[in-house]
């Protein structure tokens, strides 16, 4: 940015020991500078909550009790890792007894089977009845019925006695455990036992003004966005404790329609977070680059404002102070754009 220095023309009333008189006092000088110009990127924030990508609750599928625990409350565990175990005797009893059911059946099929071949070889010979043989063939059907059957008790039997080995479904950090070991789980409802969200990457839900909404897509169908058509847009995040938004990542989510109550369109961004260091439910802000292009900036502290509105103030051709009303944009490093209102080659103070 040049700057230069501008006499300003004033007279005050001075005393001199020969009287009262009106002379002129040395011109005060005023720093004066041209507008920048330079590429500027526009910027949309709001506020919004985070989200875990992966959120699980860990229920009891079948009643027992709670015999063993598997981890320690709070830290991060794998998809597959062990976490409950509820008393598996009674159900390990009914797969014995299930498989115990299906060699009956299947004994009896080949029983059945057996007796339909015979009856069917003496029909065949003249020497039997066709009743006889209608009987061994429905004696046969049931049989292999029966076996069906007994698989898929067995089958039941099996899955029940697997849902007391109760494993992660998904990795993440797992919350503490809301049953303790020795009391009775699922009696007439799927007791919640655990839950385990995954926190890398993670989601971060906001919302935009619905005039925001139509104003981009405006901007996009003419090109002047920062996200071409087709491309996910950038979206920049800062925590209560951060300096500007050190976090960055992607939108990769916008609602299909507009909430009538609150008259905004809701946004997901998604976000790398190895560290863990972002949790679900922090209240963050959100900035997602809107428009770039060529732009006039002059220092926020130059731009003034009073019930006109903004305005800022220039150098006229009699090298005085000369209200210039502008329209201003963004903030970017210190600088306010100044939209409308100024030239490139208009000097302000």
């Known amino acids: ?7 300003l023309a004033l007279a ?44 699980v609750e860990v ?35 009914r797969v014995d007894q299930a498989a115990a059911d299906l060699q009956s059946a299947q004994a009896q099929s080949q029983a059945a089977d057996e007796q339909l071949a015979i009856t069917r070889a003496i029909f065949e010979r003249n020497a039997g009845s066709k009743t006889d043989l209608v009987q061994r063939t429905q004696a046969r059907d049931q049989a292999r019925a029966a076996v069906a059957q007994a698989k898929a008790s067995l089958d039941a039997a099996k899955l029940d006695l697997s849902y007391t080995h ?31 969200v995954r926190q890398d990457p993670i989601y971060a839900y906001f919302d935009v003004s619905e005039r925001q909404v139509l104003v981009y897509r405006a901007l996009r169908r003419r090109g002047e966005t920062v996200a071409a058509e087709g491309e996910r ?35 997901r961004a998604i976000f790398p977070n190895p560290d863990r260091v972002i949790v679900p439910g922090l209240f963050v802000r959100v900035r997602l680059p809107f428009t770039r292009g060529r732009g006039l900036l002059v220092p926020d502290e130059a731009v003034s404002g009073d019930q006109g509105g903004r305005y800022v103030l220039v150098v006229d051709a009699q090298q005085g102070a000369q209200h210039r009303r502008v329209k201003i944009g963004a903030l970017v490093d210190g600088m306010r754009v100044v939209q409308e209102g100024l030239t490139p080659e208009e000097w302000w103070w």
């Not at 229920?59 to 175990?85: I, N």
């Not at 993440?172 to 036992?193: C, F, K, P, Q, S």
């Open 1 to 7: 940015m040049r700057r230069t220095r501008y006499p």
């Open 12 to 55: 005050i009333l001075v005393a001199s020991c020969g009287g009262n008189e009106y002379a002129p006092p040395p011109p005060p000088e005023v720093t004066v500078a041209l507008p920048v110009q330079q590429e500027v990127t526009t910027y949309n924030e709001a506020t919004g909550r985070t989200v875990s990508i992966e959120a």
């Open 59 to 93: 229920r009891a599928r079948v009643q027992g009790f709670l015999r063993s625990m598997h981890f320690t409350p709070g830290t991060e565990v794998k998809q597959g890792d062990l976490l409950f175990v509820i008393e598996p005797s009674l159900y390990q009893a």
């Open 166 to 196: 109760i494993y992660a479904p998904n990795s993440g950090r797992i919350d503490r455990n809301y049953v303790d070991v020795g009391n009775l789980v699922g009696a007439g409802e799927a007791t919640l036992l655990a839950s385990i």
């Open 233 to 267: 847009n950038k979206a920049y995040m800062a925590l209560d404790t951060d300096d500007g938004f050190p976090w960055v990542g992607e939108v990769d989510f916008v609602s299909n329609r507009v909430n009538p109550s609150t008259g905004t369109l809701e946004l």
